[in-house]
């Protein structure tokens, strides 16, 4: 099975501030690499697929990128709702989850 | 409007058995791949199956293959999952998931899970 590793685990942002979410893939997927987001007690929501193409209804804050092994994540400005875990998502498998707050 | 409801979850002793269900509404059940994720308690998200959208294909992460198997009915609209030789690390919430067209496991739609507890 393909192992993703997503970085940092947890982070602490100040609203309005660029959020960077990386996941690298123990070999390479292409584009097929999808972000979420969990909040407490919720199912997850799509947010990316392909790496890069934003879901529907997704606001334009967030955005990823890359191809092969490595892959990222941005919010362009931190808002107090996106106080959420992130997961990326390779081949079905999951990173290990960004638990983003707010400073 | 789109609708995952799973169902079949509970306590169940280890080694034992379960089947989960999932009855879905709102779409072409019969056009979609689907998924099975869990989410231990405190912890993150497993992939754990995926079924074609006429159930001619079916993949397994390797922590379930042979214990577990993903089926389908597209008559009833319904997404199953049955769980063999249960352990302790399989207690978790267990999402069903509808895959989007023509992006590999994307995860578009989920249901609100079904609980199962392994325990004697």
């Known amino acids: 099975d393909i192992q993703m590793t997503q970085s940092p685990p947890s982070l602490s942002a100040s609203v309005g501030d660029r959020v960077t979410i990386t996941c690298q893939a123990s070999?390479?997927?292409?584009?097929?690499l999808n972000w979420y987001q969990q909040k407490p007690g919720k199912a997850p929501q799509l947010l990316i697929y392909?790496?890069?193409n934003l879901h529907t209804g997704v606001p334009s804050r967030f955005s990823g990128s890359g191809s092969g092994t490595d892959f990222t994540f941005t919010i362009s400005s931190l808002q107090p709702d996106d106080i959420s875990t992130y997961y990326c998502?390779?081949?079905?498998?999951f990173g290990g989850g960004t638990k983003v707050e707010i400073k | 409007e789109v609708h995952l409801v799973e169902s079949g979850g509970g306590l169940v002793q280890p080694g034992g058995s379960l089947r989960l269900s999932c009855v879905v509404s709102?779409?072409?059940?019969?056009?979609?791949?689907m998924s099975w994720v869990r989410q231990a308690p405190g912890k993150g998200l497993e992939w754990l199956a995926n079924?074609?959208?006429?159930?001619?294909?079916?993949n397994y992460v390797d922590s379930v293959k042979g214990r577990f198997t993903i089926s389908r009915d597209n008559a009833k609209n319904s997404l199953y999952l049955q769980m063999n030789s249960l352990r302790a690390e399989d207690a978790a919430i267990y999402y069903c998931?509808?895959?989007?067209?023509?992006?590999?496991?994307?995860?578009?739609?989920w249901g609100q899970g079904t609980l199962v507890t392994v325990s004697s």
């Open positions: 070999q390479d997927i292409s584009i097929y």
């Open positions: 709102g779409f072409t059940f019969s056009g979609f791949w």
């Open positions: 998502q390779g081949h079905g498998t």
């Open positions: 392909d790496a890069s």
């Open positions: 998931a509808r895959e989007r067209v023509a992006a590999r496991v994307a995860l578009e739609y």
């Open positions: 079924i074609k959208d006429d159930g001619s294909e079916k």
